[in-house]
């Protein structure tokens, strides 16, 4: 989904931990 981020940012930013546990939250929900 984001793939295309994470290579054009090789280092650590605080949106990407972010962004991750959006996703999560967006699974849980779809399975719910």
Not at 5 to 26: G, R, S, T
């Amino acid at each position: 989904m984001v793939a295309n981020d994470f290579k054009l940012l090789p280092m650590d930013v605080p949106w990407i931990e972010q962004d991750q546990k959006n996703i999560d939250e967006a699974m849980t929900t779809i399975q719910r």
